[in-house]
Structure formats: C-alpha cells, structure tokens
C-alpha cells in the first residue's frame, strides 16, 4: 500500500552531489585554462572569474526553483518557448565564434539560446502532455502543436550551428513523448524527417563532414582520427591511476583543444587519473539515479513527466560529452554538464538539479 505525502525536506545526497561537482569544475577550470587565460586575456583568472560569477547566478536559481511551485508556473511555458524561438533566431545577427553563432551578446552577458530552449521545452512538454483531454496515441494529437514547435527550434539550432544540443533536444523530447504513451510507430514518423536534416546538413552541405570520417577511422585506433580526439586519447592515456598531479597536467598547454570546455573530462583524467575519473563518474551516476528515484516516487503526471524529462536530458548531455572524449562517437560540441566551463550549461544543468530537488520534496512515500 502506498499514499502521498510531501515531504519537507529535499534530497540531501543529489544537492551534495551537485555541489561536489560544481567545485571541482571550477578547480578543474582554473587548472586546465590558466595559462590560455593569460596568454589571450593577460589574466589567468579570466575563465575563472566568469565562472564564478554564472555559479553566484546558478546558486540563486537553484535557490528561487527548490522553493516555487513549479506546476503553476508551468502555464507559461508555451510562451516562454516562442520568447526563446526570438532569441535562436537573433543569435544570427551576432557575430561568429569558432564559426559557429550560437551565443546572444546582451552587453556584459552572453547566453546561448539552445541551452534555455532545452530546459523550457522539457517543462512545456511535461505540462502540455500530463493534460488528461490529450490523447497522443494518435497521431494527430502528437504532431500538432508540438511538430511545429520543436521543429523550428531544432532548426535554429542544427543551422547556428549545434549539432550535439539538437540531438540531446530531440531524443529528450521523444524520450517524453514515449514515456507519454505515444507510440512507438509515431514517434518514428517524427524521428526520420530529424536524422534526413540531419543527414543532408552533414553530408549534403558538408557540416562536420569531415568529422564523420575522422571518427570512422578513429574506430579502430583513436589515433588515427582528427586532431583533437588524438590529443583527448593521449591527455587520458598519460594520467595513469593516479594523475600527474593537480595542476601538472602537460596537455594543456596548447595542445588539448578546448581543455577547459568540451575536453575537460580528458585533462581532468591527466591530472587525477582512473580513479578521480571514476568518483567524476559515480557522482554523475548518483545524479541520473537519484532523478530516475524521483521520477518514479511522484505523486502526478505532470511529476512524473517532468522528473523524468531533466534526468533522461542530463544523462544524454553527458553520456554525448563522454562519448566523444573518449571516441565513442564524432565530435559534436558539447560541454560537460557542472564541469565545463560555459555560464549558460551551467545555469541550465543547475536549473535542472533544482527542479530535481523541488520535486523530491513531493516525493510518494511507502
């Protein structure tokens, strides 16, 4: 027998994970950004301090979300979205960065669009579908309005463009959608016109092309592939068991791209080797099984939905960044959830643990 009850206090063990985490990124980001800070910026504190001030910002939005409740102010998703769809589209009038335009430049802040689209659309579809005069078991009901939707917002973002946050935003969104009780057949029409876009950007106008066959010939020797999945093979390779020491690591200095955002797992193993690499692991794993543990102790759909929706998002985020690191898969660009540097994941991916933890407080007990 089992009944509701809401419980007062949160999930200690999930908070304590993520602020774990969160420190040793910002240890990690000054350790592996130092000295491209000092050279390009002429402070080795740059990244750090920018860091530090999206954790301030992540901290107080982790501490409004634990206390509102988050199913009234769910109504106001589907604007919210349409708002963000302005924004994906005003990210093309900035300028370019690493050939990419994927940031909003609002003064002394820059944000990424993508990453609030992928939160928001989590919470529009966790309210929209836990309405009882739904019916996305036909087809009908689960194209419109979610088709138009998401689909512009996953155009804006392949075109910017962000291959890896489209995919993590896709398979999120089916992921819902099944759990949903969509089925199986449907989802597969909304699947196939994804990966023919997909396919005809890379190969037909050539995006990331080249990474495919890097990746392809990196399948049997990670040193075969592209430059940077050589280095990330080398940086994890060097660290050992015990790393080469906090602060020591070699790759780091010029010849890891990107050490302190997409490859910071890599240097981070550099420095602390297998088994720092393997409490960063188990936190991770902690993490996706406390959301997994709260989804299914919620009390309503909704709950439900929306537990599920952030913990199947940040196990893909993460799963893609590992992936790639360690050549799993090709190249896409994407940063390591609390560990990258990035204020734009990190608030995101803090919004996320704070949703966690505000429904852990309704959590249905025995």
Same mark, same amino acid.
Do not use: C
């Given at each position: 027998?089992?009944?509701?009850?809401?419980?007062?206090?949160?999930?200690?063990?999930?908070?304590?994970?993520?602020?774990?985490?969160?420190?040793?990124?910002?240890?990690?980001?000054?350790?592996?950004?130092?000295?491209?800070?000092?050279?390009?910026?002429?402070?080795?504190?740059?990244?750090?301090?920018?860091?530090?001030?999206?954790?301030?910002?992540?901290?107080?939005?982790?501490?409004?979300?634990?206390?509102?409740?988050?199913?009234?102010?769910?109504?106001?998703?589907?604007?919210?979205?349409?708002?963000?769809? #302005?924004?994906?589209?005003?990210?093309?009038?900035?300028?370019?960065?690493?050939?990419?335009?994927?940031?909003?430049?609002?003064?002394?802040?820059?944000?990424?669009?993508?990453?609030?689209?992928?939160?928001?659309?989590?919470?529009?579809?966790?309210?929209?579908?836990?309405?009882?005069?739904?019916?996305?078991?036909?087809?009908?009901?689960? #194209?419109?309005?979610?088709?138009?939707?998401?689909?512009?917002?996953?155009?804006?973002?392949?075109?910017?463009?962000?291959?890896?946050?489209?995919?993590?935003?896709?398979?999120?969104?089916?992921?819902?959608?099944?759990?949903?009780?969509?089925?199986?057949?449907?989802?597969?029409?909304?699947?196939?016109?994804?990966?023919?876009?997909?396919?005809?950007?890379?190969?037909?106008?050539?995006?990331?092309?080249?990474?495919?066959?890097? *990746?392809?010939?990196?399948?049997?020797?990670?040193?075969?592939?592209? *430059?940077?999945?050589?280095?990330?093979?080398?940086?994890?390779?060097?660290?050992?068991?015990?790393?080469?020491?906090?602060?020591?690591?070699?790759?780091?200095?010029?010849?890891?791209?990107?050490?302190?955002?997409?490859?910071?797992?890599?240097?981070?193993?550099?420095?602390?080797?297998?088994?720092?690499?393997?409490?960063?692991?188990?936190?991770?794993? *902690?993490?996706?099984?406390?959301?997994?543990?709260?989804?299914?102790?919620?009390?309503?759909?909704?709950?439900?939905?929306?537990?599920?929706?952030?913990?199947?998002?940040?196990?893909?985020?993460?799963?893609?960044?590992?992936?790639?690191?360690?050549?799993?898969?090709?190249?896409?660009?994407?940063?390591?959830?609390?560990?990258? *540097?990035?204020?734009?994941?990190?608030?995101?991916?803090?919004?996320?643990?704070?949703?966690?933890?505000?429904?852990?407080?309704?959590?249905?007990?025995?």
């Amino acid at each position: 027998m089992r009944h509701s009850a809401k419980n007062k206090s949160i999930d200690e063990g999930l908070l304590l994970a993520y602020i774990i985490l969160v420190i040793v990124g910002l240890v990690m980001i000054y350790s592996t950004s130092s000295i491209i800070a000092e050279k390009k910026f002429g402070s080795n504190l740059f990244f750090l301090k920018n860091q530090l001030k999206w954790t301030i910002l992540s901290a107080i939005a982790v501490f409004i979300i634990v206390k509102i409740n988050i199913q009234r102010l769910a109504i106001y998703s589907a604007p919210a979205l349409f708002v963000i769809l #302005l924004m994906l589209s005003l990210v093309f009038l900035m300028p370019s960065v690493n050939g990419a335009q994927r940031w909003l430049m609002l003064g002394i802040i820059n944000i990424q669009p993508s990453e609030l689209f992928k939160f928001v659309m989590i919470v529009y579809l966790a309210f929209s579908l836990s309405n009882p005069k739904r019916d996305i078991t036909k087809l009908k009901e689960l #194209l419109f309005p979610y088709l138009p939707l998401i689909g512009v917002g996953l155009m804006l973002i392949l075109l910017e463009p962000d291959l890896g946050t489209t995919i993590v935003i896709a398979l999120s969104a089916l992921g819902i959608f099944f759990l949903a009780g969509a089925r199986i057949k449907h989802l597969s029409y909304g699947l196939l016109p994804i990966a023919a876009v997909g396919s005809f950007v890379v190969f037909g106008l050539g995006y990331k092309k080249a990474r495919i066959i890097d *990746y392809i010939a990196s399948i049997s020797d990670p040193l075969q592939g592209s *430059y940077q999945v050589q280095q990330a093979a080398l940086t994890l390779g060097s660290g050992g068991f015990f790393g080469m020491g906090l602060g020591e690591g070699r790759q780091k200095l010029f010849f890891l791209p990107y050490p302190h955002t997409d490859f910071i797992f890599a240097a981070i193993g550099e420095e602390v080797g297998i088994i720092g690499l393997f409490i960063i692991l188990s936190l991770f794993f *902690y993490i996706i099984f406390r959301g997994l543990k709260i989804a299914s102790q919620q009390p309503d759909r909704f709950s439900y939905l929306l537990a599920s929706g952030i913990t199947l998002s940040l196990f893909l985020n993460i799963g893609i960044n590992l992936g790639v690191v360690t050549a799993l898969i090709p190249v896409t660009g994407l940063a390591l959830p609390f560990l990258s *540097y990035g204020g734009s994941s990190l608030l995101v991916s803090s919004a996320a643990i704070a949703v966690l933890l505000n429904l852990s407080k309704r959590r249905v007990k025995a």
